[in-house]
């Protein structure tokens, strides 16, 4: 499957200020594949050392981190012939062996040529107690596909292609909108994990099979980050973490009018302090598998210096496992039919697809009984977006914005399939999202 990371990877190779590079996301997002496929078309050969595979591998970083000795005992045991030089070298699931994350320090000081890669898990990597390579190393950071690469690997090129055309002189006829509508609809259901889009794709000739299996794999997976919790942070921690993980679907679709804001005391009967909470939900947040909104009381940059830390909105990583933590059958998210409830399900996927084209912070904004559900800082300026599920366009809490703070643009995304400016506001639909930095 086709990745936008693949650019920045090849950029990786190019730059002429290279570090040994750590690809870190969430599990399953498809890190190991985009580096294997990287090695596979930019490199003569690649070779991939898997330490969740073979934990043996430890032992060899456990005598020196020397890059040379290393790469020298990595050859010989494994009977690859090795070159620093040209060759890409990936270490796979490195959070399973720390000796090998801090020894890219050492490969950045010691053999700055060397085309070396390494993949992570957040879990393990952020939350890593061993010394961690500040300033030795990139880091790229992979989220679940977008809406752009759901469409290029159903194939569905020439829909992505009058996507990235779209003028507002020029709306697209409602044959074309009712397509895509559909397509994204599969991609609320499916999600943006590339082992659940690929047996999706293996089953698209009769959808209702391929939903089955999607849920299926969803709830497997699922319970895999569960048992991750419980790996990384020890018994008695795992039990507030848990609790926040399963919360958060449950909060998102409460809420009828928007989400105001994540409630404490809904989590655990006896944690419904901010500080009782505070460490289960920052340690999800590292672990790449939720996605916290801090509520603004003043649009004005640095937007951060106007958020109070106790007061955000937590949302899940990727649309496909929310929906399967809510039990929403496929076929009623694909009637769309499961009432105002819907509002949380489209704000989620409007996020994702933001964060998945810029890796940065997102803010909200709440104010009385208004609320914009999203404020993004672009060039120097803060632009306010509405999301509405429906086709209905009355975004009273966007006017109550505009008329207190005047703002050069403003964002409405909705279910209809009209492109347009209103004075300042662009409207755009949902599936757009991707899109929005390139046109604003």
Known sequence: MKRKIDNELLNWKKSSLRKPLLLQGARQVGKTYSLEEFGKKEFKNYHLFDFMEHPDLCEIFKQD????????????????????????????????????????????????????????????????????????????????????????????????????????????????????????????????????????????????????????????????????????????????????????????????????????????????????????????????????????????????????????????????LLGCMLDLSPGTIFSYNYGSYKGFFAENIVLTELISEKNRTIYSWHRNTSEIEFLIEHNGKIIPIEVKASINTKAKSLKVYIEKYSPVKTVLFSGRGKTYKNNSTIHLPLYMASKLYSII
């Open 65 to 320: 981190l020397s890059p040379k000795r290393i790469l020298r005992d990595l050859s010989i045991i494994y009977d690859h012939k090795i070159d620093a030089v040209k060759d890409l070298i990936i270490f796979d699931e490195i959070q399973q062996c720390p000796e090998a994350l801090t020894s890219l320090k050492y490969f950045a000081k010691e053999q700055p040529n060397t085309f070396i890669t390494s993949s992570g898990s957040l879990l393990g990597t952020e939350l890593s107690s061993e010394s961690f390579p500040v300033g030795n190393i990139n880091r790229l950071r992979l989220n679940p596909m977008d809406f752009d690469e759901f469409l290029t690997a159903l194939g569905e090129d020439k829909i992505l292609e009058v996507l990235n055309s779209i003028s507002f002189n020029d709306p697209l006829p409602e044959p074309i909108h009712q397509k895509i509508w559909t397509l994204f609809k599969y991609y609320m259901i499916t999600g943006g994990l590339p082992d659940i889009v690929k047996h999706f794709l293996e089953n698209i000739d009769s959808p209702s099979e391929g939903f089955t299996m999607v849920r299926k794999l969803q709830k497997e997976l699922i319970n895999d980050y569960i048992d991750d919790i419980s790996k990384h942070s020890g018994k008695i921690k795992s039990v507030k973490i848990e609790a926040v993980f399963k919360n958060i679907p449950i909060q998102l679709a409460r809420e009828t009018q928007g989400v105001k804001k994540f409630v404490f005391k809904d989590v655990l009967p006896y944690a419904s302090r901010y500080s009782s909470l505070e460490a289960p939900i920052e340690w999800l947040i590292k672990s790449g598998l939720i996605i916290k909104v801090p509520v603004c009381s003043k649009p004005q940059l640095p937007l951060k210096a106007y958020s109070d830390e106790k007061k955000f909105k937590l949302y899940m990583f990727d649309t496909g």
